[in-house]
């Protein structure tokens, strides 16, 4: 189904109402453009035929408008020459010329007023066209933008913000575990460096008794 069924839907159209009410306004603003398009060439075409019927029909005026004057010149012939049964003749064929050239007038005026709505719709048309076209790429880029936004909105939505927050903290426990236990050999094999330092320290403290002792061994054999 076209955007705007008819030629008056268009001419009349406010397009920011048709875009607000749109689901995919870029997608809308393509088919508006389209179906503007299409309708400008369909109704410059029929503009086209209608010019046309107006040159026809003002040959016919012409034409009938001639026959007009040559039925009324025809009756003064006949009158000069004394034939009124001619002369009524000529009057009668010039009345039933004259009543078709009254109703080729008003068919030409009718002609004319439609012509004239024409050119008015297509001026009309023709700058909403160059409207819709100049906002056609900003509109293009706005739904781009909104449609990135909403797929980043919806990929962090407060659920996965909290899921991957949870995630994130187990994470985190784990490295705390794994930290504890790289300190907890840290820890063993400090406490085994100790006793091997407090083995030489017995060792030392041990030698300066030996030696004191046996200082005062010799002191006493003296």
């Known amino acids: 189904m076209s955007v705007f069924s008819r030629m008056s839907d268009i001419v009349n159209s406010n397009i920011n109402a048709i875009l607000d009410k749109a689901e995919d306004p870029a997608k809308m603003v393509r088919l508006i453009i389209q179906e503007m398009e299409e309708t400008l060439v369909e109704v410059r075409s029929t503009t086209a035929r209608t010019i046309a019927d107006r040159k026809e029909l003002r040959r016919k005026i012409e034409y009938q408008s001639a026959e007009v004057d040559s039925w009324e ?82 990929q962090l939505s407060q659920r996965n913000v909290d899921d991957a927050m949870v995630r994130f903290e187990q994470y985190e426990r784990k490295m705390d575990d794994l930290e504890g236990e790289v300190e907890s050999y840290n820890v063993e094999q400090q406490s085994l460096a100790e006793q091997i330092d407090e083995l030489d320290d017995s060792v030392e403290a041990e030698l300066e008794s030996l030696k004191s002792k046996m200082s005062k061994t010799r002191d006493s054999q003296a």
């Open 73 to 154: 010149e025809k009756a003064e012939l006949a009158i000069r020459k004394g034939r009124e049964d001619l002369a009524r003749g000529a009057l009668l064929e010039k009345q039933r010329a004259a009543k078709f050239v009254d109703s080729l007038n008003s068919e030409l005026q009718l002609v004319e007023e439609s012509l004239e709505k024409m050119q008015e719709d297509i001026q009309t048309l023709s700058t909403k066209l160059v409207d819709a076209k100049a906002r056609q790429a900003a509109i293009l880029v706005r739904s781009k933008t909104a449609k990135a936004r909403l797929g980043v909105r919806r």
